[in-house]
């Protein structure tokens, strides 16, 4: 009994050692203007039936080039709206200058923001910049290791309860009204046909459920929806082109010592 003990109150501390909310408050995320111009790539081209609770997929042919990165994405567009400033009255700088400031705005801690905003000269928004220097980024996001390697990949063996549910819901609601869009891992465990993290950018309150509005990384284009049902004490997921649609687990990650 007692070698539960240390896992019991790492699942206590993970819940309360959470990310300052910013000191002085910014306006919300943007999208598209603060996510990324170019998308990740699935591995797998995804059969999605009507009606059909299964999914088909199929090897990609050719493999893309870009791929396995959703922790990553989320992670850097949050760091460069935390980190960065863009101001379109400047001229346009050089690529080493643009190398650097990359580098310096992910070399910044990703769970709060800190110290004087990097200026980023020449663009008005991360998703013209990202346009412009496609290459840069995705050389400066480096492998997959980095989504899979997240320090809160942990949490997703352990159980998910309708009351910690909640709890993740009303945390997310707090973090929005605290100008902090919160990262998500969206999953189903052992089967892990979800797998995936969002980074949530607003949220609709109903007596019946909250409708979070999220950037999702294997979309550059629209947003996609994750709603707490309240009845059920549980997550679903809007349907994707890689996601039929339907109940899923979630949490917050980037956020706090254990996540």
Excluded at 53 to 82: K, S
Excluded at 130 to 145: F, V
Excluded at 236 to 246: D, L
Aim: glycine share 6%; with cysteine; aromatic share 14%.
């Amino acid at each position: 009994m007692g070698a539960r003990w240390p896992l019991v109150l790492a699942l206590a501390v993970g819940c309360t050692l959470r990310a300052a909310p910013p000191e002085h408050r910014r306006e919300p995320f943007r999208f598209p203007a603060d996510a990324f111009a170019f998308a990740n790539q699935t591995i797998w081209e995804y059969e999605i039936r009507p009606g059909a609770a299964d999914v088909r997929w199929y090897e990609r042919e050719p493999r893309p080039d870009f791929a396995l990165r959703c922790g990553t994405m989320v992670r850097v567009a949050r760091q460069f709206y935390d980190h960065a400033r863009f101001d379109p009255r400047q001229a346009v700088a050089d690529p080493a200058t643009y190398e650097r400031l990359v580098r310096e705005v992910i070399r910044r801690d990703p769970r709060r923001p800190s110290g004087e905003p990097v200026v980023v000269p020449g663009y008005a928004d991360f998703r013209r910049f990202s346009a412009a220097h496609e290459p840069l980024l995705k050389r400066a996001m480096a492998g997959p290791w980095q989504s899979y390697l997240q320090r809160g990949n942990w949490r997703m063996i352990f159980p998910f309860t309708g009351r910690q549910q909640q709890g993740v819901a009303d945390e997310l609601v707090a973090a929005l009204a605290a100008g902090r869009p919160p990262i998500v891992h969206v999953l189903r465990y052992p089967k892990l046909t979800i797998n995936h993290m969002l980074l949530v950018f607003a949220a609709d309150e109903t007596p019946a459920d909250i409708r979070f509005h999220a950037y999702d990384p294997n979309d550059a284009d629209h947003p996609v929806t994750l709603t707490y049902e309240r009845a059920a004490h549980g997550f679903v997921f809007a349907r994707t082109p890689y996601f039929p649609g339907g109940p899923v687990k979630a949490y917050e990650v980037y956020d706090g010592l254990l996540f």
